[in-house]
């Protein structure tokens, strides 16, 4: 059988090693030489000819991490790797998904294509910003849920009256999805933005008086929307508000956000290497979700277990 190798790009290192671990194999040998200027040039330490090589490493900005990828990608296929897997645990750049006003880019399409140049012959990631993204590439997408974490986490907390509910509209259809595996209601947040990360006003559709309110959201980057309905829900008469959210970004002013707000916690997994600045802060490891995905990858074999049924 082909043999498997796992390498990683410096971002998720400490994931990767738990990723490995799982695996039930050592993470291969990966040297980046540095120029002065900030170029780099990553070179595997060990044969990869006739492999099956797994890449990992979350797309985050700065673009350097894009960029690592996309260099170890082409190494990789440059080596005569047999089959090439982009593991990336967050995919970014997701938020540019279609053209929302004339005259911008489509930066997931562009970010598809560059991985498929480089040498990519599967991706594997997790919680998309939008399931759609799939279709910007020619090759195989496993596309993960956290809800497979998140769900049996959120049913170990045994909350009376549970609402799930989600800041905005377009994630309805995730909301509906746990709501589903933990027999509860659903309430949505409707936003008006008066532009990126900015809010300029919120309502709510729905009854959340006496509930336990869990939000739900595939990304928490300044926290803006989880606070602001946090607060918005403990004023309509919830018991309490936690969010669980699958890529912790946590950028700008996040954590002050999240301590002044109503939220009782947060829970994210780590996609995104962070090192929480807050005490309502709880990160699941998603390690053992890709080391099983990419075992059966690897072996020809189903993922369906991977998944809530």
């Known amino acids: ?8 790009c410096s971002q998720s290192h400490d994931l990767a090693v738990n990723i490995a671990k799982d695996f039930g194999a050592k993470l291969g040998k ?7 200027d900030g170029e780099f040039q990553p070179s595997f330490e060990e044969s990869v000819r006739g492999s099956r090589v797994f890449i990992i490493g979350s797309t985050h900005p700065n673009s350097d991490h894009l960029m690592e990828m996309l260099l170890m990608l082409d190494a990789a296929k440059r080596s005569s790797a047999r089959h090439v897997t982009a593991v990336l645990p967050y995919f970014g750049w997701a938020r540019q998904d279609r053209k929302d006003k004339p005259r911008v880019p489509i930066g997931a399409k562009l ?16 919680d998309l910003h939008a399931d759609q993204i799939q279709g910007f590439f020619e090759k195989p997408v496993d596309h993960l849920y956290a809800s497979t974490i998140f769900v049996p986490h959120i049913k170990n907390l045994r909350l009376k009256n549970l609402t799930i509910a989600s800041p905005d509209m377009g994630g309805s259809k995730r909301a509906y999805a746990y709501s589903k595996f933990l027999e509860s209601d659903v309430v949505i947040c409707y936003k ?4 990126a990360n900015i809010i300029d006003s919120m309502e709510l559709i729905g009854n959340v008086e006496g509930k336990n309110v869990v939000l739900v959201d595939d990304m928490v980057d300044t926290a803006g929307t989880l606070t602001k309905a946090s607060d918005l829900m403990i004023q309509r008469g919830a018991l309490s508000v936690r ?5 912790g970004i946590l950028s700008g002013d996040a954590y002050e956000k999240i301590e002044k707000s109503n939220l009782a916690e947060l829970i994210i997994t780590d996609t995104i290497p962070v090192k929480p600045k807050s005490k309502k802060v709880k990160i699941l ?5 890709f080391a099983s995905t990419m ?4 072996l020809n074999k189903s993922i369906d277990k991977n998944f809530l049924n």
Request: charged letters at 20%; a positive charge.
């Open 1 to 8: 059988m082909t043999e498997a190798k796992i390498f990683s």
């Open 243 to 247: 969010a669980v959210c699958t890529h």
């Open 192 to 195: 008006q933005r008066k532009k």
């Open 30 to 36: 990966i040297k980046f030489s540095h120029f002065s």
């Open 111 to 126: 970010v598809a294509k560059l991985l498929e140049a480089a040498g990519a012959t599967r991706i594997i990631t997790m």
């Open 295 to 298: 075992k059966n990858v690897h």
């Open 285 to 289: 490891s998603c390690a053992e979700l």
